[in-house]
T-cell receptor, first 113, second 112 residues
Framework: DQQVKQNSPSLSVQEGRISILNCDYT??????FLWYKKYPAEGPTFLIS?????DKNEDGRFTVFLNKSAKHLSLHIVPSQPGDSAVYFC????????????FGPGTRLSVLP | NAGVTQTPKFRVLKTGQSMTLLCAQD?????MYWYRQDPGMGLRLIHY???????AKGEVPDGYNVSRLKKQNFLLGLESAAPSQTSVYFC???????????FGDGTRLSIL
């Protein structure tokens, strides 16, 4: 049973518009969440994080929102650029319990010019 | 500024053959990890290490062994390769379990 789910395998967005990538989790002990971005033939690179004590974290064009009651987080990219086309992984951990990160299956984002 | 380096990048094996994947990091990280990525499955943790000389099992450890004889290196071994081990393998490192991990570019392994 997957503890971290990304139910949309793929997403297409027009350049300049907002991209919203979603992630759901089942383990209520998770208290730290990351988003990674992965280009083909490269390893994932860290994008942005959020702790469970916050409900929003922003870094430039990227914003992550956390809804603990719904066990849901989302990554917003505004405005979307063609270079954002990649696979995005959500990861979660129970940091206070020293647990390793659990990764979702990823969502492939295509930003169309 | 190498970060995390994996060798080899590609390899084709026959069932029953053995091989070792090498991971090297130059960031002085204590923690190192081996993952496999399969379609629709995300990254699944095989083994990890919390410091030189230590190893621990992850989510999918069966069929693999690891060693961390030096802090900067983490080796993943397949003693008798099986077609089910066809995958892309990623190594990662971090300062701690609560810090984001730095990943290598992966090893694409095919078992025939």
């Amino acid at each position: 049973d997957q503890q971290v789910k990304q139910n949309s395998p793929s997403l297409s967005v027009q350049e300049g518009r907002i991209s919203i990538l979603n992630c759901d989790y089942t383990n209520s002990m998770f208290d730290y969440f990351l988003w990674y971005k992965k280009y083909p033939a490269e390893g994932p690179t860290f994008l942005i994080s959020i702790s469970s004590i916050k409900d929003k974290n922003e870094d430039g064009r990227f914003t992550v929102f956390l809804n603990k009651s719904a066990k849901h987080l989302s990554l917003h990219i505004v405005p979307s650029q063609p270079g954002d086309s990649a696979v995005y992984f959500c990861a979660a951990s129970a940091r206070n319990y020293g647990q390793n990160f659990v990764f979702g299956p990823g969502t492939r984002l295509s930003v169309l010019p | 500024n190498a970060g995390v380096t994996q060798t080899p990048k590609f390899r084709v094996l026959k069932t029953g053959q053995s091989m070792t994947l090498l991971c090297a990091q130059d960031m002085n990280h204590e923690y190192m990890y081996w993952y496999r990525q399969d379609p629709g499955m995300g990254l699944r943790l095989i083994h990890y290490s919390v410091g030189e000389g230590t190893t621990a099992k992850g989510e999918v450890p069966d069929g693999y062994n690891v060693s961390r004889l030096k802090k900067q290196n983490f080796l993943l071994g397949l003693e008798s390769a099986a077609p089910s081990q066809t995958s892309v393998y990623f190594c990662a490192s971090s300062f701690s379990t609560s810090q984001p991990q730095h990943f290598g570019d992966g090893t694409r392994l095919s078992i025939l």
